[in-house]
């Protein structure tokens, strides 16, 4: 927090500057959600000690994303392939 809100002054746009102001203001009235989501649910009585961190765990599901994805892709080119076949056999 201490280097974004050092960074002010240094941009050389002004406009950059205003954004970067904007965006400390944001965090600063935020400050609750840059918190570890595990300690939070420790707090509630759950229990964390499994649970990877927050931006591991976001990576993770943007690789089960990708997959799925290139799954779907997939079965679409196998499916229009046999409709172009099936079309040009008729």
């Not at 002054?9 to 570890?36: F, P």
């Not at 420790?42 to 599901?61: L, V």
Request: glycine share 8%; proline share 0%; hydrophobic share 35%.
């Amino acid at each position: 927090m201490r280097e974004l809100a050092s960074a002010i002054g240094t941009l050389e746009h002004e406009e950059k500057e205003k954004q970067l102001e904007a965006l400390v203001r944001r965090i600063e009235e935020m400050l609750g959600c840059l918190r570890d989501y595990r300690i939070w649910l420790q707090e509630k009585g759950i229990d964390a000690t499994n649970m990877r961190a927050m931006g591991s765990a976001e990576g993770t599901m943007h690789m089960f994303a990708k997959r799925s994805e290139a799954k779907t892709v997939e079965v679409g080119r196998t499916q229009g392939l046999k409709r172009c076949y099936e079309r040009s056999s008729r």
